[in-house]
């Protein structure tokens, strides 16, 4: 099984870009989807995550407001829409899918935010 993100590049202060996160090799809606985020010399942090259990979808408090996560289970696809992108030194944004004691991790992708 495997996840692949996609979608980052270049962002603005104050600006949107769009994530995506596509999965394979796993039954999609038996597992959690989740975001996190990683910066330079920082930990990974939780973003957002979409609970396969009973649909709910959660986000940190930093982003609450400005980014929303939503799934497309035809496709095995999971989206980051970020807005509001705040000023930020480069972090890498990972999907991952989550099923008991079952992590998959992407690659990664980065969303350099310039002014």
């Known amino acids: 099984a495997q996840v692949v993100e996609s979608g980052g590049g270049l962002g603005q202060t104050g600006g949107s870009l769009r994530l995506s996160c596509t999965a394979s090799g796993l039954t999609f809606n038996q597992y959690t989807m989740a975001w996190c985020r990683q910066g330079p010399g920082k930990e990974r942090e939780f973003v957002a995550s979409?609970?396969?259990?009973?649909?709910?979808?959660y986000y940190a408090d930093s982003v609450k407001g400005r980014f929303t996560s939503s799934r497309d289970i035809a496709k095995n696809t999971v989206y980051l829409q970020t807005n509001n992108l705040r000023l930020a030194a480069t972090p890498v944004y990972y999907c991952?899918?989550?099923?008991?004691?079952?992590?998959?991790w992407g690659q990664g992708t980065q969303v350099p935010v310039s002014s």
């Open positions: 979409h609970v396969h259990k009973d649909g709910s979808t």
């Open positions: 991952t899918a989550i099923r008991d004691y079952d992590t998959f």
